[in-house]
Structure formats: structure tokens, C-alpha cells
């Protein structure tokens, strides 16, 4: 198996091509790495693996599903959501409130998320003998937070709209911010640049959310 080029290994079905890369290779590699990963299978043994020492990592991606609910977004996803948030803090007026980072968030009670939908921007409202309805807060109107979270302003955006942008607008957004803009070009390098920051991942696509657990390990 060369290093330095991308590599394929192909067969036909039951050759054998998920027992040597991910049951056989992949667990030896990461023991001799030190890196944590599930135990080689008994089905496949390697007697020796010559070059580990040209390697500084390795990272397995399968077909496994990828956690898809409307708390988690693409911008927690990738890791620049806490970024941006901190950006937000360090505003004169959030200084002025005393509002730190966590006050951006939605998933934290003790944050500024709105009371009524808890930060998700929608009320599920259960029926007895029919899928749940999905309806739009009436309270944040869909925007997620208290209104007095959303005054504050980084660039004349507040979070929410932040949030409403994709991670190509984005991007241009936080020119001069080398960490977010890294981050957001490794969505763009996985072909994700159209997709919001705040969109649900309840509402992707298996091959989109796939996507982006490449675009978070070209985050890393």
C-alpha cells in the first residue's frame, strides 16, 4: 500500500476488502500508534507492518450513521461554533451585560436560549394517532434565543443571523479570523460551502452528513 497517493482497494463482494483495511490494518495501526481504536479481528492476523514510521496518524471513515438531530449543526460540527460565540463575548455591549460565551448557546439551560423552545426554534407538539407537528416558535419566532441575546452584535450580525449564514458567506465573513476561516474552508473543501451554520443536521442528507465528519477531520 503506497504512501503519499490516494490508494484503492478493490474486489469483488466478500473478497475481503473491509476484513484487511478495517478489521485487520486500520486496529494494528492504531496500536502501534497508540491511538485508541476497536481491537484487530480474530478473523485476519498481521504477522508485521513495515513504514508505521512514516506515519503521524490514521483515521478510520466508515458507512457508521452519523448523529442527526436539530440540536446539532454544522457549525458545532466542525468545531467553530465556540469560536464564534467567544467572538460575540468579547463585544463591547456583551461586556457591558456580562454576557460570556456560554450566553450564546442553545443547548445550555443556563444560556440564552428561549425558555419556550429551548433553543430549538420550534415547538413539537405531540398527536395521540398521528406524526408529532412541528410548529415555528411563537415566542423567538424560530430564532432560537432571548431578545436581548440577539441585541448583541459582531459586525452588525447578531447570532442568530450568524447562524443563517452558509459557509461560503461566512467565510468572507470572518475575514482576519485565521482559526474560524480555517475551519469553515475544510466544510467549503468537502463540498459543504452551501449548507447554513444553524441548519439542523436532522435535515441533511446521509452523504452530506458524511461529508462534514471529513470536513471536521480537515477541521481538526
Known sequence: IPLGVLCAVTGVSGSGKSSLIADSLYPELCA?????????????????????????????????????????????????????????????????????????????????????????????VAMQFLADIQTTCEEC????????VLEIRYRDRSVYEILCMTGDESFTFFNGHHRVQQRLNAMRQAGLGYLRLGQPLSTVSGGEAQRLRIAALLAG
Not at 85 to 112: D, I, P, Q, V, Y
Open 141 to 148: 419566532n424560530g430564532r432560537r434565543y432571548r431578545p436581548e
Open 32 to 124: 502501534q500508534l497508540q491511538i485508541a481504536a476497536t481491537p484487530a479481528s480474530s478473523d485476519g492476523r498481521i504477522e508485521r507492518i513495515k513504514g508505521v514510521e512514516f506515519i503521524d496518524n490514521v483515521m478510520l471513515l466508515d458507512q457508521s450513521p452519523v448523529l442527526r438531530s436539530r440540536r446539532s449543526i454544522p457549525a458545532t460540527w466542525i468545531g467553530v461554533f465556540d469560536d464564534i460565540r467567544g467572538l460575540l463575548a468579547e463585544t463591547h455591549e456583551a461586556k457591558k451585560r456580562n454576557f460570556g460565551r456560554a450566553m450564546f448557546s442553545f443547548n445550555s439551560a443556563s444560556g440564552g436560549r428561549c425558555p419556550i423552545c429551548e433553543g430549538r426554534g420550534v415547538v413539537t
